[in-house]
């Protein structure tokens, strides 16, 4: 399966699944990294692993509609066949899930459907939660609340910040984005209104729609 991936900064997730698309027996490849911010620092590195890059700015389009018209121009011209929103911090609407319906992931760091939106890390500790996490799930025109792929649960420990936090999260969404991906690329999520349901494979758990990280 050919993946997009869409980063407006950092890009470790991107990473994540590049170190993933490199191995043979994984079932998706990375034919393009897009980004809406020219000097995104994970634009660099996908260039780095040699990676085909495409910058669409936002500012430079009338308007929402027009820019993502583009970004699927674009996204079509390395004949992806699923997206992967990886840290972009564009709201998309129809035109994306039109034509890839099905086909569009997000990674949020948060146990959805508790703190969507931005500032996730601060919020969970602000609430004072004894446990945040990440969720891999489908994008809808809503923001943070598809269909949920997969989510690992991590403890937020005394004196954390949003920092520290965040880095502990970080190491789960770079496990469980790729694994989602393979599931989404071996035709294994069913998504029935709310729930994925997840086909063989999935050992003696058929239908779990979350994990714990692994020890
Ligand atoms: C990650 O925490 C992801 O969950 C969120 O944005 C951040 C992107 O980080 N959507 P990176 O660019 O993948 O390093």
């Known amino acids: 399966m050919n993946l997009g991936v869409l980063i407006s900064g950092r890009g470790s997730n991107m990473e994540a699944l590049a170190d993933a698309c490199a191995d043979p027996s994984f079932p998706a490849e990375i034919t393009v990294v897009l980004s809406n911010v020219a000097d995104a ?47 972009f911090m564009r709201l998309l609407g129809p035109g994306l899930l039109a034509a890839f319906p099905g086909r569009v992931l997000n990674i949020h760091p948060s146990l959805l459907p508790c703190f969507p939106g931005l500032h996730a890390h601060e919020q969970a500790l602000e609430y004072g939660v004894r446990f ?16 949920i792929v997969l989510q690992a649960a991590v403890p937020v420990e005394q004196g954390d910040t949003a920092e520290t936090l965040s880095a502990r999260i970080l190491e789960q969404e770079h496990r469980i984005y790729p694994e989602s991906v393979r599931l989404l690329a071996e035709g294994r999520l069913d998504v029935r209104g709310r729930r994925v349901e997840i086909r063989d494979g999935r050992g003696d758990r058929p239908g779990a729609s979350s994990e714990q990280p692994t020890p």
């Open 41 to 87: 620092p994970g634009l660099s590195l996908a260039r780095e692993r040699g990676l085909s890059t495409e910058v669409v700015d936002h500012a430079r389009h009338g308007s929402r509609d027009a820019f993502e018209e583009e970004v699927v121009a674009r996204l079509r011209a390395h004949d992806v066949e699923a997206v992967c929103l990886a840290g």
């Open 132 to 147: 945040s996490g990440c969720t891999v799930h489908f994008v809808t025109e809503e923001m943070d609340a598809g269909p």
